[in-house]
């Protein structure tokens, strides 16, 4: 009975907010390594993509809410999405017309483009915050658990409960269709076939008839679609604040690296990864090893390697590690 509580507390506290997590870091990583792959820079304004599109997204969502269109038990930002996409295609399309075509133009070296991603990850800070605000706004509706605590001790008889969230299932659900259509893309349209010859030879993929200008707008239509799903799932999950965003760009690059910066495949491993590295390191064993551990043996601290402050510095870590001994990542990506 012991061991089951333990399984039951490791599930709870672990091994779900772990797999959404994850998730939703592979689903940001996976953009990040196709502007990698495909224009050949580092975007670092990526995670305030993220939280602009969000932001449009929750802005449908209170449209929607106060129109009384709801999807009953499921959230109202689903329906919202589109909205998100639409509004962060645009923003990153009129970006690159106005910014990154003229460096591209200029054949300028992939560090003059990561500083320039920087000041645009500043304006698109500065936006979001303008407009929606610094402070965590609501926009989760509908119901909150698919199973809770209390329900599952009843069904069980255990002294530990079991609670899934809904917006834990939609966030993996969600995210194992978005990367299925994503791969699917890559590999059977003409268009992902062109991406990927491009990524692979640009050279090569010119003298092919390929046009460069319609991969780049395909890419990035595809990375507002990656980063709004993400940054909603986020939210939903967890919560909206712009500068969450910013802070995610750390882990979202160190899933990107360690998988194997320039493979997609990579991309959603080392989002799982770091997201179990995280909550791994972060999380207090007291509650598993009173379960395991007979009571002499029992632990009077909280048995938390880290706190949760400092759960971005685990993400520091692997990243620097796998920068010293592994610099293509666990699917040997590009070399950074």
Excluded: C
Aim: charged share 10%; no cysteine.
């Amino acid at each position: 009975m012991d061991l089951l509580n333990a399984l039951v507390a490791l599930a709870n506290f672990v091994l779900i907010p772990a797999l959404a997590y994850g998730s939703q870091l592979a689903l940001g990583a996976l953009g990040v390594t196709l502007i990698y792959a495909v224009l050949r820079f580092s975007n670092f304004a990526h995670g305030d993509t993220m939280a602009i599109g969000t932001m449009v997204t929750i802005l449908a969502t209170w449209a929607l809410q106060s129109l009384g269109v709801s999807l009953g038990p499921l959230p109202t930002a689903l329906l919202a999405i589109p909205f998100g996409i639409a509004g962060a295609a645009v923003l990153l399309l009129l970006t690159d017309r106005v910014v990154y075509r003229f460096y591209r133009a200029q054949k300028a070296k992939p560090v003059i483009l990561v500083i320039v991603s920087m000041g645009v990850m500043f304006i698109y800070n500065g936006m979001t915050r303008f407009i929606i605000g610094p402070d965590d706004q609501s926009f989760a509706d509908g119901e909150r658990f698919l199973i809770s605590a209390r329900d599952f001790k009843a069904w069980s008889g255990l002294d530990e409960g079991l609670a899934l969230k809904s917006t834990q299932a939609i966030t993996v659900v969600t995210a194992i269709i978005v990367v299925a259509i994503v791969f699917w893309f890559l590999t059977h349209t003409r268009t992902g076939k062109s991406m990927r010859a491009y990524s692979d030879n640009e050279d090569l993929a010119l003298l092919s008839g390929i046009s460069p200008e319609t991969v780049v707008r395909v890419t990035w239509i595809i990375v507002a679609a990656l980063a709004v799903v993400a940054g909603t799932l986020y939210g939903l999950d967890k919560s909206y604040k712009p500068f969450t965003y910013f802070q995610l760009l750390l882990p979202i690059f160190a899933s990107a690296i360690v998988g194997g910066i320039g493979s997609p495949v990579g991309a959603i491993a080392g989002g799982f990864v770091i997201a179990f590295s995280e909550v791994l390191f972060t999380y207090a064993w007291k509650k598993v090893l009173g379960y395991l551990l007979p009571e002499t043996l029992q632990p009077d601290g909280l048995v938390q390697l880290l706190s949760t402050d400092y759960k971005f510095a685990v993400s520091f870590v692997i990243l620097i590690i796998v920068l010293l001994f592994r610099p293509t990542g666990l699917f040997r990506g590009k070399s950074v």
